[in-house]
């Protein structure tokens, strides 16, 4: 990808992260990566195109650290997923507990309005879903969890639990929230 075009990505993803997709404006773009309209449209042809091109660069971020690096790693079940945990405090502890889960924010802000924007984050959650799934096959393989739930609905649950947990941090701009969360997940399949 054209270096112009990566930076233009970066700095525009960062501001959606903060302001929403709907309130960052072109000219937001514009001033922050100091670039003209003309450059701007030389690489791409819309405010859509930019921001589809945003998921897709998070999506590869995200992809490598947390399916790449951790859910599909050689290490056990259980260590997966405590890592994944982990990894999310982190991240967010990092950020100040303030800007939410980049999908997670546009999911609430764009899905029922923008057909392209849900179907290409919906890949992202079942994406996430799916590896937790064979994860919990795993683990349910070898042992009884305290909940008696299939894989795939336990796996939604987590994601869910981890997706609102991150929104309530977000709106106290608590990090115990998040990690509280992951407290109950550790319980739920028996990490210690």
Same mark, same amino acid.
């Given at each position: 990808?054209?270096a112009?075009?990566?930076?233009?990505?970066?700095?525009?993803?960062? +501001?959606?992260? $903060?302001?929403?997709?709907?309130?960052?404006? %072109? /000219?937001?773009? &514009?001033?922050? !990566?100091?670039?003209?309209?003309?450059?701007?449209?030389?690489?791409?042809?819309?405010?859509?195109?930019?921001?589809?091109?945003?998921?897709?660069?998070?999506?590869?971020?995200?992809?490598?650290?947390?399916?790449?690096? +951790?859910?599909? $790693?050689?290490k056990?079940?259980?260590?997966? %997923? /405590?890592?994944? &945990?982990?990894? !999310?405090?982190?991240?967010?502890?990092?950020?100040?507990?303030?800007?939410?889960?980049?999908?997670?924010?546009?999911?609430?802000?764009?899905?029922?309005?923008?057909?392209?924007?849900?179907?290409?984050?919906n890949?992202?959650?079942?994406l996430?879903?799916?590896?937790?799934?064979?994860?919990?096959?795993?683990?349910?393989?070898?042992?009884?969890?305290?909940?008696?739930?299939?894989?795939?609905?336990?796996?939604?649950?987590?994601?869910?639990?981890?997706?609102?947990?991150?929104?309530?941090?977000?709106?106290?701009?608590?990090?115990?929230?998040?990690?509280?969360?992951?407290?109950?997940?550790?319980?739920?399949?028996?990490?210690?």
């Open positions: 990808m054209n112009k075009r990566e930076q233009i990505i970066e700095i525009a993803a960062s +501001i959606v992260h $903060s302001k929403g997709y709907e309130s960052t404006s %072109i /000219n937001d773009i &514009l001033h922050a !990566a100091q670039i003209g309209k003309g450059q701007f449209y030389h690489y791409f042809s819309s405010k859509e195109e930019m921001g589809l091109a945003i998921v897709d660069h998070c999506f590869e971020k995200w992809n490598h650290r947390v399916i790449k690096n +951790i859910l599909e $790693s050689e056990e079940p259980k260590v997966k %997923i /405590n890592l994944m &945990l982990e990894c !999310a405090v982190q991240l967010h502890e990092n950020n100040g507990s303030k800007c939410g889960c980049f999908f997670g924010n546009l999911v609430i802000e764009l899905s029922e309005h923008n057909e392209a924007f849900r179907e290409k984050l890949g992202v959650f079942e996430w879903i799916n590896h937790l799934k064979t994860i919990l096959d795993e683990i349910m393989e070898h042992e009884d969890l305290p909940i008696k739930v299939d894989s795939h609905t336990l796996a939604q649950v987590i994601v869910s639990m981890m997706e609102g947990g991150i929104l309530l941090m977000k709106n106290r701009q608590d990090i115990q929230v998040l990690v509280n969360v992951a407290d109950v997940i550790k319980k739920m399949v028996n990490i210690q």
